[in-house]
C-alpha cells in the first residue's frame, strides 16, 4: 500500500496522533495553516468524497463525533472551529484518502481561498 495516510494509520510512518480507535486515527498536520491543525481519518482508504458509499455513513458520522469531542478536550469548543474536506483538484486534494481538517486558534475567512 503505497498511501501515506494507510502508512501513518499502520503506524508505518510517524506522527504526532491525539486519538486512535478501531475506525479512525487523529493526527497533527506536518504543516499546519493554524495554530491547531489536526486531520481525522479513517482507517479504511477511501480515496476522495465521490467515493464514499451508503455504508461509509456512520464511519463519516464518527469523523464529526470525534471532531467535536477533540474540540472540547483541546479547549477551543466555545471559540470555534472549521472542519473541511477538500475533494480533488479544485477542491485542492492533495492525498489521496479522505481527510477532516479540523482548524482552529484563529479567526477563519470566509469565503475559502
Ligand atoms: P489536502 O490538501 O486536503 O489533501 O490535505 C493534505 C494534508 O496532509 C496537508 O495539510 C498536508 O500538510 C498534510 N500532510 C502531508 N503529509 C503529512 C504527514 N506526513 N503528516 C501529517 N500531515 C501531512
Ligand atoms: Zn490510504
Not at 486512535?20 to 495554530?35: E, G, T, Y
Request: hydrophobic share 45%.
Amino acid at each position: 500500500m503505497s498511501c501515506l495516510f494507510c502508512k501513518i494509520a499502520a503506524g508505518e510512518i510517524p506522527a504526532q496522533v491525539v486519538h486512535a480507535d478501531a475506525d479512525l486515527i487523529a493526527f497533527r498536520d506536518i504543516s499546519p495553516v493554524a495554530p491547531t491543525h489536526i486531520l481525522l481519518i479513517p482507517r479504511e482508504h477511501i480515496p476522495t468524497v465521490n467515493h464514499l458509499e451508503a455504508h461509509h455513513a456512520e464511519l463519516v458520522g464518527k469523523l464529526y463525533l470525534r471532531a467535536g469531542e477533540l474540540a472540547e478536550r483541546l479547549g477551543f469548543a466555545d471559540n470555534g472551529y472549521r472542519l473541511v474536506m477538500n475533494a480533488n483538484r479544485d477542491g485542492g486534494q492533495t492525498v489521496f484518502h479522505i481527510h477532516l481538517h479540523l482548524l482552529a486558534g484563529r479567526a477563519m475567512q470566509w469565503p475559502p481561498g
